[in-house]
């Protein structure tokens, strides 16, 4: 179980915005594994696919349709990743939006194909699309915490998170899920995300705030510091309600904000629920010259398979972190002047460990299931947060047996 989940949040329906779920018995059978997004008519679409080199041909179809056509629909498959599959997987992934293209009664580039589920296996094209039509015939705007479930993989809880905030000309919804729990190193994303609100807003503006909201949360976790094949995190403004957020006003501020914090919400979610995860690790380095090397020296902690195992032991091995900082590859560093700490507990100070420092109070808050490490390089006004988890036995069995 993800480490503080408390239950899938109320999620607001989004006007304009509808959602139906099938299952096509990709992986399991039974399994509700086919998810179609439709997206109103008039609506401002936007998106972040993941920078792998390798990247799953949904991405490079969805990437492609986009760059062309304002999207009517998205068609979400779990269970396969349709990645590493050459030409083939992107004619599978063509002839998908094809089908619920025909079903809809849209062009076949008004449809973004995405999925995610195991590399190297051909798509099952045919389970698929034969149960489009049941998931065309459930398109619900309220089918939200179905869709969360509809993507999970190895994801042990639906993740979500959902505001309703009032700005200056009325209120609006914006909605959001993502799933994720291993293959966790987004670098532009999540393993996959769907933001909806029904705000009216300009594209470009909506790409901003989609930018500043993953730079602040999707690109700021961990798992096991692998970046997959299939990222893509999409952001749609249905425009229903009428209510027009520009740019330079009090506004923009304030949806801004809430679409970072529903980012955020759900970047921590899938850290509480990485595989295995017991600890949920919170990293943040202060003072630095620029986020750059903050955010550096806090992924080389996060990614540290030393630092990791330490916290699922509540070992305070506080050296295994110094030795993390000291490699992340900062040049110039005033070693007697950093500051660590574990919780509120200095673990290192003029160079070595901190003369007050016992055993004991570093035991206590490593006990804690969530946990903050806090680096001060005193150098500088920069700052960056990054959350990871620890690394437990379940980590190793989850993925020996993955495609068992």
């Not at 503080?4 to 959602?19: A, D, K, S, T, W």
């Not at 050459?86 to 599978?92: A, C, E, K, S, T």
């Amino acid at each position: 179980m993800a480490v503080g989940f408390e239950g899938l949040p109320q999620l607001f329906p989004v006007r304009g915005f509808r959602i139906g779920i099938a299952s096509a018995g990709i992986k399991k059978p039974g399994r509700r594994d086919v998810v179609v997004m439709e997206l109103a008519a008039g609506s401002v679409c936007v998106g972040m696919f993941t920078r792998n080199a390798f990247c799953a041909a949904p991405v490079t179809v969805a990437k492609q349709y986009l760059a062309g056509s304002a999207p009517r629909y998205f068609l979400v498959n779990t269970g396969n990743a349709n990645a590493g599959t050459g030409r083939q997987g992107l004619i599978d992934a063509q002839q998908s939006c094809a089908e619920l293209a025909r079903l809809a009664g849209c062009s076949s580039t008004e449809v973004l194909p995405f999925s995610t589920g195991v590399i190297g296996e051909p798509l099952p094209l045919k389970k698929i699309t034969a149960v489009l039509p049941q998931a065309i015939a459930a398109l619900a705007e309220d089918n939200w915490a179905d869709a969360a479930h509809g993507i999970m993989t190895t994801d042990t809880v639906p993740k979500g998170c959902s505001r309703r905030i009032t700005l200056s000309r009325g209120e609006v919804t914006i909605t959001g899920i993502a799933k994720g729990s291993g293959m966790i190193r987004p670098d532009m994303a999540t393993m996959l995300s769907y933001i909806a609100t029904d705000a009216r807003i300009e594209q470009s503006l909506l790409q901003q705030v989609l930018d500043v909201a993953v730079g602040q949360s999707f690109n700021r976790i961990t798992v096991d510091g692998d970046t997959s094949t299939n990222d893509a995190c999409m952001m749609v403004a249905t425009g229903v309600s009428g209510v027009l957020v520009e740019a330079d006003t009090a506004d923009i501020d304030l949806f801004r904000q809430a679409v970072i914090d529903i980012c955020e919400t759900l970047a921590q979610a899938i850290v509480r629920d990485g595989e295995g995860a017991t600890k949920l690790i919170t990293i943040e380095v202060i003072n630095g010259r620029d986020v750059q090397e903050c955010e550096q020296v806090a992924f080389t902690i996060a990614h540290s398979p030393l630092v990791k195992t330490a916290f699922f032991a509540s070992d305070p091995n506080w050296g295994r972190i110094l030795a993390a900082v000291g490699r992340a590859g900062v040049s110039g560093l005033d070693l007697e002047a950093i500051t660590i700490h574990l919780g509120d507990v200095c673990i290192v100070r003029e160079g070595g460990r901190a003369p007050d420092y016992t055993e004991e109070r570093g035991a206590a808050v490593m006990a804690e299931n969530e946990i903050t490490i806090r680096v001060d390089l005193v150098r500088g006004t920069a700052s960056a947060r990054v959350w990871t988890c620890d690394f437990s036995y379940d980590y190793v069995r989850i993925n020996a047996e993955y495609r068992s």
